[in-house]
């Protein structure tokens, strides 16, 4: 089994159970979804998330397609997995209708230094926040800030999926 199969299964059983246990707290706030973003830099990233004010999972993985990017001692990022908890209490419906979330994350990367060596490194506890906005194919948005190690990635709207957030 691929690393994105298998990526793609944690998500989505993750997701369909977080779903199983929100449904009977119909006025919490939610925020679930996932897909497929193409970003800047030549990006395309995977995601999938589920948050509720209970906490929840956040997932997102750039690897294969991407076309990589300079980061530390990497000069060209071949895959990077942020895979975290969603802290619970952090997921917040702003005033447009986004949402907002924050936790910690392992973080994976894989790429090559600059003689073409391949680095590979795992953080753990990084800090992170994500913004999305809700719809389908060309109207929900996905950023992800990886706070405790620089890096922001979006606004980019996604090219499938869907993510809803419910107030």
């Known amino acids: 089994m691929t690393l994105r199969l298998k990526t793609a299964t944690v998500v989505w059983v993750g997701l369909l159970m977080l779903g199983m246990q929100t449904v009977g707290r119909a006025s919490d706030a939610s925020a679930v979804g996932g897909g497929v973003v193409d970003?800047?830099?030549?990006?395309t990233s995977q995601?999938?998330?589920?948050?509720t004010s209970?906490?929840?999972s956040f997932q997102c993985v750039m690897a294969g397609r991407s076309g990589?990017?300079?980061f530390g001692p990497w000069s060209e990022v071949l895959q990077?997995?942020?895979h975290g908890d969603v802290t619970p209490g952090s997921l917040t419906i702003n005033p447009d209708g986004s949402a907002t979330f924050s936790g910690k994350a392992l973080v994976h990367v894989v790429g090559r230094d600059a003689t073409g060596k391949i680095l590979r490194a795992a953080f753990s506890d990084v800090d992170y926040n994500t913004t999305h906005t809700a719809g389908g194919a060309g109207d929900a948005t996905h950023q992800l800030n990886?706070?405790?190690?620089?890096?922001?990635?979006?606004?980019?709207?996604?090219?499938?999926g869907h993510i809803t957030?419910?107030?």
């Open 39 to 43: 970003g800047p830099l030549g990006l």
């Open 47 to 51: 995601l999938g998330f589920g948050a």
């Open 54 to 56: 209970a906490g929840g």
């Open 68 to 70: 990589g990017f300079p």
């Open 80 to 82: 990077m997995e942020v």
């Open 146 to 160: 990886v706070l405790g190690l620089g890096l922001v990635f979006g606004p980019t709207p996604l090219k499938r």
């Open 165 to 167: 957030i419910m107030p």
